[in-house]
T-cell receptor, first 116, second 112 residues
Framework: GAGVSQTPSNKVTEKGKYVELRCDPI?????LYWYRQSLGQGPEFLIY????????DSGLPNDRFFAVRPEGSVSTLKIQRTERGDSAVYLC??????????????FGEGSRLTVL | DQQVKQNSPSLSVQEGRISILNCDYT??????FLWYKKYPAEGPTFLIS?????DKNEDGRFTVFLNKSAKHLSLHIVPSQPGDSAVYFC???????????FGTGTRLKVLA
């Protein structure tokens, strides 16, 4: 499809398990963002990639969270030793802006993570 | 520290009337602002933006106003329609960092 694709749409796991969430951005978009949205809250910034490199990972809450984008397209958010507090909707967004200032972020539908 | 605040968690408006959603920010480095709309079980979708060099941007029924001295922006929807019922988020961006910071959202309900 033409939009940002996220898989899985729903993931239920047990406390302590490892989880991977995948994001396939819009083709050609160089910027890719991960956000986390908890119930009743706005999207919380986690990490931003420009190409293959993490330009800003200041939002990752701790070292259990890690994200990669090895070829500058698909990105994977990895969460180790999941905790119940990690339960949230994880949103991915991409943007084609490289010049001319910030542009619109295109969001996927999110991956809902539930840690039991 | 919450850099973008939407102090009204919810708002109800009669169909045909004006909806005004407010947003305050603290980061003086923000030079670009966007509004997003979100329906349940969907990702946020872009609505309208404004650069800090402007004080108003209009797109159809949607107008965003920016008051830099007050660090305040507002989204006006007129006339409001039932299909506008959604959660609205404002976001501020520092173009030096490209980090988009979102507010907590305002749930708008337009009553038919």
């Amino acid at each position: 499809g033409a939009g940002v694709s996220q898989t899985p749409s729903n993931k239920v796991t047990e406390k302590g398990k490892y989880v991977e969430l995948r994001c396939d951005p819009i083709s050609g978009h160089t910027a890719l963002y991960w956000y986390r949205q908890s119930l009743g809250q706005g999207p919380e910034f986690l990490i931003y990639f420009q190409g293959t490199g993490a330009a800003d990972d200041s939002g990752l809450p701790n070292d259990r969270f890690f994200a990669v984008r090895p070829e500058g397209s698909v990105s994977t958010l990895k969460i180790q030793r999941t905790e119940r507090g990690d339960s949230a909707v994880y949103l991915c967004a991409s943007s084609g802006t490289g010049t001319g200032g910030p542009g619109e972020l295109f969001f996927g539908e999110g991956s809902r993570l539930t840690v039991l | 520290d919450q850099q973008v605040k939407q102090n009204s968690p919810s708002l109800s408006v009669q169909e045909g009337r004006i909806s005004i959603l407010n947003c305050d920010y603290t980061n003086s480095m923000f030079d670009y602002f966007l509004w997003y709309k979100k329906y349940p079980a969907e990702g946020p979708t872009f609505l309208i933006s404004i650069s800090s060099i402007k004080d108003k941007n209009e797109d159809g029924r949607f107008t965003v106003f920016l008051n830099k001295s007050a660090k305040h922006l507002s989204l006006h929807i007129v006339p409001s329609q039932p299909g506008d019922s959604a959660v609205y988020f404002c976001a501020g961006i520092d173009s030096g960092t490209y980090k988009y910071i979102f507010g907590t959202g305002t749930r708008l309900k337009v009553l038919a």
